[in-house]
């Protein structure tokens, strides 16, 4: 029975074999990299000019770039630019690449400064509202799939219903989702969507 289970199907011998197969990867791999890396210089431009809401000791040059293999079985790469974790506090903009999936661009909050950050949210919801952003509905702030039950979209008519969804929650994660096949992506604009994805989010965090 162990035996049985453990043998490859022809399907698997054929994928074990392809050699091209694992030099695409690792080609894709290296072009993703290089994206965040440029994407991590856009942001870092910025934040340059902005008067953000942050946690003490923020550092607006910390960032991190992450590769793994096993988000849900799936490959990704990510950058954190900006990057704060520290205790209870976070505030982190992240551009995730998520194989076999889609791209995230996602501004992570938690602890200090909650209030205020839905406070300006609500306040300012109608400069939010219409950019492509999404309010996540995940219990944690490390779930990355989108759509119904995932996501809320950030429309104008739905004030009430995210207004809802904030006050029960001690973290909040607006995300900005792209397929694959958009053309930016195909195009290698991360660097511009991100930018762009970061600038919809700051009615939240700016003074």
Known sequence: MMAHSTA????????????????????????????????????????????????????????????????EDFPYQYLDCPKHFAGANIFTFRTLVWWG???????????????????????????????????????????????????????HDRKAQIAAVLAERSFMKVVHCLPFGDPRIQNGQLAQVACEAFRATLPIVTH
């Not at 209030?115 to 952003?133: D, P």
């Not at 996540?136 to 702030?141: H, I, Q, T, Y």
Request: charge should be positive; aromatic fraction near 8%; include cysteine.
């Open 101 to 155: 999936h889609h791209v995230v661009c996602a501004l992570l909050l938690e602890g200090v400064g909650m209030k205020q950050y839905k406070q300006q949210f609500l306040g300012r919801f109608h400069q939010l509202a219409g950019k492509g952003l999404e309010l996540s509905l995940a219990s944690s702030l490390w779930e990355w799939k989108r759509g119904e039950g995932y996501t809320l979209p950030i429309t």
């Open 8 to 71: 490859f199907t022809e399907e698997e011998t054929v994928l074990l074999a392809d050699a091209q197969f694992f030099r695409k990867k690792a080609a894709i791999t290296a072009k993703v990299r290089s994206l965040l890396e440029t994407t991590r210089g856009a942001l870092q431009q910025e934040l340059v000019a902005r008067s953000l809401i942050t946690p003490p000791h923020f550092d607006p040059h910390v960032h991190q770039l992450v590769k793994g293999e096993h988000l």
